[in-house]
Every structure is written in C-alpha cells, then in structure tokens.
Nanobody, 116 residues
C-alpha cells in the first residue's frame, strides 16, 4: 500500500519552531532520497530539504541553518525540525521521494502558518 502521511504543522509566531513528521510506505521510502517540499498559496511546490539514503543532507538556501531534516530507516519516517520560522516559510509541507513528479502519489500535506 502506498502511503505518505504528514503531520506536525500548526500556527506559530515568527521566530518560533515546529517539527514535522512523515510516515512513508516502504515502496516510497526504501532506497530513495527523501525530501520535504512546500507550497505557498498561489505558488508552485518547491523543494526545501533532502536526505539521501546514506544520510547526507542538502538544504535550499532559504532554509539552510534553520531547518534540519532527519530520518528513521526502521520506522520509515522523515522529520523536519524548523527553527526561527519566518512568514515566508508558511505553506503546505509535503514529504516524498526525490525526484517526485506531479503525477506521483502525494500525501495530504501539513499546514504551517507563521505570523509576524
């Protein structure tokens, strides 16, 4: 069964923190680079951070130094620790393998709101 379930979103003030979690099915998680994406209202979905199967991580410039991606291979979960959140970080956050195309399976995402 294909599964991607994101959770942990919420509303915070600028400078606050949130931790997102994602549970993936084995067919998506095993052996793949996993990533967090976000989509702000009226904008295209964008890549935020990725973690390779062997654990190496890469972050987009906008979140480097503030966000931390991690994973648990046994639980097939991917997490995103988000610190020093800014209003521009708001949006719906999704996890998926990388690459993931629009026609691939996507979860429902988790909503993040940041007030200034």
């Amino acid at each position: 069964q294909v599964q991607l379930v994101e959770s942990g979103g919420g509303s915070v003030q600028a400078g606050g923190s949130l931790t997102l979690s994602c549970t993936a099915s084995a067919s998506i998680f095993n052996g793949n680079t996993m990533a967090w994406y976000r989509q702000a209202p009226g904008k295209q979905r964008e890549l935020v951070a990725r973690i390779f199967a062997f654990g190496h991580t890469i972050y987009e410039d906008s979140v480097r130094g503030r966000f931390t991606i991690s994973k648990d291979d046994n639980q097939k979960t991917v997490s995103l620790q988000m610190d020093f959140l800014q209003p521009e970080d708001a949006g719906t956050y999704y996890c998926n393998k990388l690459p993931a195309r629009a026609y691939d399976f996507w979860g429902q995402g988790t909503q993040v709101s940041v007030s200034s």
